[in-house]
């Protein structure tokens, strides 16, 4: 295994499972960086090149990561000798600089025709001092004849002027094929009136006529069809999905020179008069090699390429080339047949339901998917266009550099073992022997960990960590996790490393963020904390305490660093865990874990929630929460987006269990039930200072309204509240004042029955708070300032139910006389479902309202229920108006609040 390891590289991807990343068809796809499908599908086609490829491949670059050529080669040579499925190309991003020296932005998506002309541009300046200068030339190159002719007899003159191209842009807006678009190409424009040209041979504007027409043609041609115009009258760029026909086979000569020479009966001579001779007929004949599409709208869409093979790969047909679909990391078959519907634009017809027809209904609309540049190749490649001054290189290896052979060769080797080495099976086996280990125990926490018995610890935990954790199939995870535990519990030296090498290596963030699978998350994390729990007993006498640390100055290499460290390799941990909290909100998606680590750390004992309070947690934590500036007025990171809210449950457990392990403010003398106790330690108090970050109005609040843990927000509550009236008042001021918009119902019933059973000295005086109708944090302040009906009937019942269930608050309530307040409620809510025709004597939730209504009755004078009768309307009328209600009204019923209670 330790051999193996130290032959590997690090695995970096998450999920891994080598066998289904093989090439596909004997192809390699480009992985997508966010919006790199521009790029993804020129350089596929471009590869796809073969004298390109290959002329690429043989000149000289500069081994750097900033050399543009080089991370070219590197790209051509992986997509030719790889066996993985795909290639990263990050190097060639970061290399090619935009106008301002920037890398490239790969979240920006860029014109796929101005990235190839840029990216000419730039392969063309590295290639002059190359010993294969006009390589893109002599793919690519083409030339263009302007020519300008006089119409005037009386001052005849021809002019022509040559034009180097490496792609010919066409208008296919109302074209239906690209024959027309080739035709207005060379259509020539009449110069004439104020728009005469002027000739300097007779030193006068005459009329004539100019147009541009093909001289000579590469062997590679590229046709870039213009699918993007601005359109003025809605000032927005936008897409030209016009329907346009090319062929697979295509005759050039009609819009070169020699042709239209040809058709209009003109000669052609040289410079020294001499007619010109005639090219070979194949000359004009190209072949279609490459369609590269885009699909979607003008500002937001998806580029992707189709590509027939230069020579066969397939064992079934060795004689036909097949065509394939290149989209980003992923390569499948494509039927030639289908290219009219992939590629040529235009309507089609869809098939849609009509929901008030009730029936399909078919719609014609554009289609998104069309050809954006096509590549033809000459039937017959010109020879002599490809003879250069290519040296006889001895660094080259299969046509291409020898130390990326050498890394290709190194990858893949260690690909294809990982291939078999990435199996259940395998990993099942490798545990099974490491069980047959009888480790010896020691517990002597000073003890060297320098052992046989020390490397196959060592080896097996970096195994599972830097291997294991990666792979796609993790079942086999947990038992290795289950058994890295037993070995640890046995020995405390061999809990130091561990730790220790996850502080070095960085492991930190890197699988509790950064890591995309939770299972592995859990299991990181489970692991962890059993050996810092294991550890901490032993640490907890030098919890505190520091050292100094001695390590090589990272910048001149010679040079001394001392760092003061905590003693305590737990503690050292946790402080690099804790500096993490600032980055933990860039992956909030996936941070519970992070949290938990904290949580069971404060679980551990009053050490480790002292170390997290030296470090001002409910400070920290409320800056967190509330997104307050940094110091440095920086904006964090929003840890919510439109469709998701963060997992902070046990960032409130956090807060929670750190408040608990102290006493309140009502000192150590009397502790709530709340308080968590541990043998040998006597209870403190937390400086005010600290809790203030804690009582903070607005942090506090937040937290209630919020109601991420109810279980954290009611234990935080209670220990607060107990023995202490001023605190009291304090929570409830908050929940009864401000209680419409943030809290539910439940939530404010479990908040009021909290207060109601706090057992403690105060437990008369904070009733008496609670149901004082004048008071101004009572239960009655909170109704009144209550608009929702269905609130105000849970407290109602609430206050019923434990009036009957207590002699104390029973008495209390009568001394106030508050069932009247109750009762009136209660009969304002049943005349509104009266005038509504919403009562409804049989259902449970009426049912249970009208009890109370009776049971209330009871503790209320006669008189004042009398006077309360005279305004209720009588059975006669009750019965009229639900005659009267529309009968279609009971299909549009409104929800039943007290049933939602009721559930």
């Known amino acids: 295994i330790g051999k193996q390891k130290q032959s590997q590289q690090p695995i970096k991807q998450w999920s891994y499972y080598p066998r289904t990343d093989l090439r596909s068809f004997g192809y390699v796809g480009l992985n997508n960086l966010g919006a790199t499908c521009y790029m993804n599908s020129l350089l596929q086609q471009l590869f796809m090149i073969t004298n390109l490829r290959r002329g690429l491949l043989t000149v000289g670059s500069e081994d750097s990561n900033d050399c543009l050529l080089r991370q070219l080669q590197l790209i051509f040579a992986n997509l030719q000798k790889s066996e993985k499925s795909y290639y990263d190309p990050s190097s060639f991003c970061a290399a090619f600089k935009d106008w301002d020296g920037n890398p490239t932005n790969t979240f920006v998506q860029q014109d796929v025709d101005e990235f190839f002309n840029m990216l000419c541009q730039r392969v063309e300046d590295k290639l002059k001092p190359s010993n294969n200068p006009r390589l893109l030339n002599n793919v690519f190159g083409g030339t263009l004849a302007h020519e300008i002719r006089s119409l005037d007899t009386n001052f005849p003159y021809f002019g022509s002027r040559t034009e180097e191209f490496f792609t010919i842009s066409l208008d296919i807006k109302n074209k239906q094929n690209i024959m027309q678009a080739l035709d207005l190409y060379i259509q020539a424009d009449r110069l004439d009136g104020d728009n005469a040209y002027f000739c300097e041979k007779y030193n006068k504007k005459i009329d004539a006529t100019k147009r541009a027409c093909i001289e000579q043609l590469p062997n590679t041609l590229i046709l870039h069809l213009k699918r993007f115009e601005y359109d003025f009258t809605i000032d927005k760029r936008v897409k030209i999905n016009d329907y346009c026909e090319f062929p697979f086979m295509l005759n050039m000569k009609p819009w070169t020179k020699e042709g239209l020479a040809e058709k209009e009966g003109i000669t052609l001579v040289d410079k020294d008069g001499n007619p010109i001779a005639s090219r070979y007929d194949d000359y004009y004949n190209y072949e279609l090699v490459g369609v590269l599409v885009h699909q979607g709208q003008a500002e937001m869409g998806h580029y992707y390429s189709f590509i027939k093979e230069r020579k066969p790969k ?79 290189q001895t660094n080259l290896i299969n046509g291409m550099p020898k130390d990326i052979f050498l890394k290709l060769w190194s990858e893949n080797t260690e690909f294809l073992q990982n291939k078999d080495l990435f199996e259940k099976n395998y990993f099942e086996f490798l545990l099974n022997v490491l069980r047959f280990w009888n480790f010896s125990t020691n517990l002597n926490y000073d003890d060297p960990f320098e052992s046989d018995e020390a490397k196959v610890i060592q080896f097996s935990s970096q195994y599972v960590i830097e291997t294991l954790m990666h792979m796609k199939d993790i079942e086999t995870l947990r038992p290795w996790i289950t058994h890295l535990k037993s070995i640890y519990t046995k020995n405390i030296p061999a809990c130091r490393w561990l730790l220790r090498y996850l502080i070095d290596s960085n492991f930190i963030q890197v699988y509790f963020l950064e890591c995309s699978n939770e299972i592995v998350r859990i299991n990181f994390a489970d692991l962890v904390m059993h050996v810092v729990r294991l550890l901490c007993p032993f640490e907890n006498q030098f919890f505190f305490d520091t050292q100094e640390q001695y390590s090589i100055d990272p910048i001149d290499k010679v040079s001394m660093v001392i760092k003061i460290v905590p003693r305590s390799i737990a503690a050292e941990f946790f402080d690099r865990v804790w500096v993490l909290i600032e980055k933990v909100r860039k992956f909030w998606t996936g941070f519970k874990q992070y949290f938990m680590l904290l949580r069971d750390f404060a679980l551990i004992g009053p050490n480790q929630r002292k170390f997290l309070h030296r470090r001002t947690i409910f400070g920290v934590f409320n800056n967190w929460f509330m997104g307050t500036p940094r110091d440095n007025y920086c904006k964090r990171s929003p840890v919510m987006d439109s469709q998701y809210l963060p997992d902070l449950i046990e960032f ?31 209870p403190e108090q937390l400086p005010m200072q600290l809790l203030n970050n804690l009582y903070d109005d607005i942090f506090f609040k937040a937290l209630i309204r919020m109601d991420y843990c109810r279980e954290a927000i ?129 259902d449970d939730a009426t049912k249970e309202l009208l009890q109370t209504k009776d049971y209330l009755k009871q503790f209320i004078p006669e008189d004042a229920i009398q006077q309360q009768s005279q305004h209720l309307p009588n059975p006669t009328q009750i019965q009229n108006s639900q005659d009267s209600t529309d009968s279609d009204a009971n299909s549009i019923e409104e929800l039943d609040e007290f049933e939602v209670i009721k559930n």
């Open 314 to 392: 397939s064992l079934l047909n060795k004689n036909v080339c097949l065509w394939y679909e290149f989209n980003d990391r992923y390569v499948t078959k494509f039927n030639e047949q289908d290219m009219a519907v992939e590629a040529f634009g235009g309507m089609k017809t869809i098939s849609l339901w009509d929901p008030f027809a009730r029936k399909q209904m078919t719609q014609v609309c554009e289609r998104e998917s069309s050809a954006y540049m096509l590549f033809y190749e000459r039937k017959k490649v010109e020879e002599n266009k490809l003879s250069t001054s290519i040296e006889i």
């Open 652 to 682: 409130m457990k956090v807060i929670s269990i750190c408040l608990k392990g102290f006493a309140n403010e009502a000192g150590v003398e009397k502790l709530p039930p709340t308080y968590i106790k541990e043998e040998n330690y006597q």
């Open 714 to 842: 009611l234990e935080i509550i209670s220990h607060c509240a107990w023995e202490e009236i001023t605190r009291t008042k304090w929570i409830l001021n908050h929940v009864c004042i401000e209680n419409e918009i943030y809290t539910n119902t439940t939530l404010l019933r479990d908040l009021f029955q909290l207060m109601f059973d706090l057992n403690d000295s105060k437990r008369e005086e904070r009733i008496n708070l609670l149901l004082d109708p004048n008071s101004s944090v009572s239960v009655f302040k909170c109704l009144k300032n209550l608009h929702n009906n269905t609130k105000k009937i849970a407290v109602c019942q609430l206050l019923v139910e434990n009036s009957k269930k207590s002699e104390l608050f029973f008495s209390i309530i009568k001394n106030h006389n508050s069932f009247k307040i109750i009762y009136d409620i209660i009969e304002s809510r049943l005349q509104d479902l009266i005038m509504k025709s919403k009562l409804n004597g049989e």
